[in-house]
């Protein structure tokens, strides 16, 4: 994979933030963070946390004396992170690459990951990391975008872009919905040495607060923004007129709303070591 793909710095983080979050990533961490709590757990541990929208959500959702240790892979997201917290919150973050934790074997009893490990070159790798550091009956919770088609917004924005650069658009896009077909999950968990696993496909509505808003989160706050600006061919802010319009086109003037789908993991480490 292009390390443009994983280039989440500079200004990202802030209109990611912003823009994407509100429209993606709230209702989904609200759905994950439910789901964590469901099972106690006192060694929390969340890879690809990005901007801390599923941490915030997990703080305020488990219960007191939870120990939760945010990562990932670019301190820029993480430092957007670490500005949502206040020193009572008794939080720890760490920049660290989820295919090479450097972590202790068996450390935590939850690991979570909220859209991150489509942007892992070596994914099996990731899993596998997972699994590693979590306790026998740890919990892996990990959530994947499906199919680009099932997902109307981002599928309105890929073909913008197609049309502003000729049928030659940056392949940014593609990646956060490249990896959600079950059986190649099923597949990457069990060689990760998980056995125990469950799907769960969701749907629901992307809210669109007004085109434009809409346009920077998709054209500014991801690495499509770097992928643009190193092409140099078409001035980004051309670029996010063109996808506003489209937007507006598309969804309305104004508050739109958009089908959205995408897929809980849930697995679990044995509490008894298998013998290969
Ligand atoms: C779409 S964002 C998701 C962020 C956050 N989980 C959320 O739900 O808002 C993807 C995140 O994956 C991070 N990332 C990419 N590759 C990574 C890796 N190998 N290890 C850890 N994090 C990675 C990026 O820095 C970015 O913050």
């Known amino acids: 994979m292009n390390d443009v793909n994983t280039a989440f710095t500079g200004s990202i983080p802030e209109d990611y933030d912003r823009y994407l979050g509100p429209m993606f990533f709230e209702c989904c961490a609200g759905d994950l963070a439910e789901r964590a709590a469901a099972h106690p757990a006192r060694r ?17 959702r488990l219960p ?97 872009l197609d049309e502003i650069f000729a049928g030659d658009a940056p392949a940014f896009l593609r990646v956060p919905f490249s990896y959600h077909e079950p059986e190649r999950l099923r597949a990457d968990l069990r060689e990760a040495g998980f056995e125990t696993v469950e799907l769960t496909t969701l749907e629901g509505e992307c809210r669109i607060t007004a085109p434009r808003q809409a346009a920077l989160g998709m054209v500014t706050g991801s690495p499509l923004r770097v992928e643009i600006e190193q092409r140099g061919d ?17 969804f309305g003037d104004g508050y739109g709303r958009a089908p959205m789908r995408w897929t809980v993991i849930e697995a679990w480490r044995d509490t008894v070591e298998r013998r290969s």
Do not use: Y
Request: glycine fraction near 8%.
């Open 44 to 60: 929390v541990l969340e890879t690809a946390a990005g901007t801390g929208i599923l941490t915030r959500a997990l703080r305020d």
């Open 64 to 160: 007191d004396g939870t120990h939760i240790l945010a990562t990932d892979l670019n301190a820029d997201m993480l430092a957007h992170a670490r500005g949502k917290f206040g020193a009572d919150d008794d939080m720890r973050f760490e920049v660290a690459d989820a295919q090479a934790l450097p972590f202790d074997d068996q450390a935590f009893d939850l690991a979570l990951c909220q859209f991150g490990i489509m942007f892992c070159t070596d994914k099996v790798q990731a899993l596998a990391e997972a699994h590693r550091v979590l306790a026998p009956g740890g919990r892996l919770l990990f959530s994947v975008w499906n199919d680009l088609e099932d997902n109307t917004l981002p599928r309105t924005v890929n073909a913008l």
């Open 234 to 250: 078409i001035d980004i802010d051309r670029v996010v007129e063109h996808v506003a319009g489209g937007i507006a086109a598309a």
